[in-house]
């Protein structure tokens, strides 16, 4: 079955950027939809972004739209998670997943419809 490895998380400032990167195996990461979630200190786990196994349509969170972009390369089987403009809200641990369903065009945002999650990796922007 698919299994993800989260990276690239790290300590950065205001304004910076990071890459996020979704390592997979043990699957046919390219019939499934990917998504990235997060969860802050006290809070509900939230949806980032999403994209379908084709690479589109991209979906995205209305607090990440314009600074965040995902994207995908097959021959690696990894996602990635370009975040550019970071803020303090954006401080949380950053998990990947993929749909349940294969072959999806219209994802879900609900972190119920996805499976196969890693352990995340730990953004933290400090102000």
């Known amino acids: 079955q698919l299994q993800m490895v989260e990276s690239g998380g790290g300590l950065v400032q205001t304004g910076q950027s990071l890459t996020l990167s979704c390592s997979t195996s043990?699957?046919?990461?390219?019939?499934?939809?990917m998504g990235w979630f997060r969860r802050a200190p006290g809070k509900d786990r939230e949806f980032v972004a999403a994209?379908?196994?084709?690479?589109?349509?991209?979906y995205y969170a209305d607090s990440v739209k314009g600074r965040f972009t995902i994207s995908r390369d097959g021959a690696k089987k990894t996602v990635y998670l370009q975040m550019n403009s970071l803020k303090p809200e954006d401080t949380a641990l950053y998990y990947c997943?993929?749909?349940?369903?294969?072959?999806?065009?219209?994802?879900?945002?609900?972190?119920?419809?996805?499976?196969?999650w890693g352990r995340g990796t730990q953004v933290t922007v400090s102000s």
């Open positions: 997943a993929a749909d349940r369903r294969p072959r999806r065009i219209q994802l879900p945002t609900q972190s119920d419809e996805y499976d196969f």
């Open positions: 043990g699957g046919v990461l390219s019939e499934y939809g």
């Open positions: 994209i379908t196994w084709t690479g589109h349509p991209k």
